[in-house]
């Protein structure tokens, strides 16, 4: 399908591999987090790890090229068609961006609280380290569920087709900024923490203690976690063990079946608990 927005998701494209690209090679000129050596079963480099973040994030860009953005198209052609043609574009688009990252906020607390949700997200969070590549590594699935509740948002709220594109983009810049290893000096990454999600705040969501998982779920703007109390307290430490508490990461292959199979017990909310009472 034809896009009437082609040449700007070819831009949209340039501009992320152009930043991807530069932060691929910044952090491991300059890392933040120097790791103790390889995990594992894991090889010099990582290989497997870059092979298996490059196949997600390869089928993610067909996907998003052929079926989602053509999907998300349609879904802005007939949105509800409230608003004003004055309520679009300019400063409105600014406004779209605030409003799409507050519904990402929920949608991806919604993503660790629903266990249906978790089975597609986890494979994320089993990333044993971090780096630009961990923010193009997401299940086909995910993908999918989260542009299917991207289109709802669309269609009730009347968002433009071109705002969609420019925060998918910002969403992607910002990704690989919160998930590289780069080192920032402190007193800026600190004062960024105010305003936007820095590696260090986003780095807590990927540490492998289930209540920090479970925290920290903003993209854009660290306003939502300050407000709805999901901002954890832990500090990031060169050393944080990376990945989901009580499992480990696997290959491409299992990780794409992961979602569909009997699923590894979360011992953290296992313990959490209260014992149950009287029963035989
Ligand atoms: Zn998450």
Redesign the pocket.
């Known amino acids: 399908m034809e896009l009437p927005a082609d040449d700007l998701a070819y831009l949209k494209a340039g501009v992320v591999l152009a930043w991807l690209v530069l932060f691929f090679v910044w952090e491991r000129m300059s890392p933040a987090a120097q790791p103790p050596g390889p995990l594992p079963d894991e090889v010099p480099g990582g290989a497997h790890r870059l092979l298996r973040n490059a196949g997600l994030w390869l089928g993610n860009t067909l996907l998003s090229r052929f079926i989602i953005l053509p999907l998300t198209f349609l879904a802005a052609s007939y949105s509800l068609g409230w608003r004003p043609d004055e309520w679009k574009g300019g400063w409105f688009l600014i406004v779209d961006i605030l409003i799409l990252d507050f519904m990402i906020y929920w949608w ?1 607390r919604a ?2 609280e629903f266990q249906p949700l978790w089975r597609f ?1 986890q494979v ?2 089993l990333d044993r380290r971090l780096d630009s590549t961990s923010a193009v590594r997401f299940h086909f699935g995910e993908v999918l569920l989260s542009a299917s509740f991207r289109v709802v948002v669309v269609i009730l709220l009347d968002i433009p087709f071109a705002a969609i594109l420019l925060h998918e983009t910002v969403v992607l810049v910002a990704a690989i900024f919160q998930h590289s290893n780069v080192r920032l000096p402190k007193r800026l990454e600190r004062a960024l923490g105010w305003l936007i999600i820095t590696p260090g705040i986003h780095w807590i ?1 990927h540490h492998a203690v289930r209540h920090d ?1 479970d925290s920290n ?1 903003g993209t854009l703007l660290s306003l939502w976690d300050r407000l709805f109390g999901s901002m954890s307290p832990t500090q990031r430490r060169p050393d944080m063990p990376i990945g989901v508490e009580y499992d480990k990461d696997r290959s491409l292959g299992e990780l794409l079946l992961l979602p569909f199979g009997p699923q590894k017990q979360d011992m953290s909310k296992v313990e959490n608990q209260p014992a149950r009472q009287g029963s035989s």
Request: aromatic share 12%; charged share 0%.
């Open positions: 991806h993503n660790h997200h994320h969070h969501h998982t779920y």
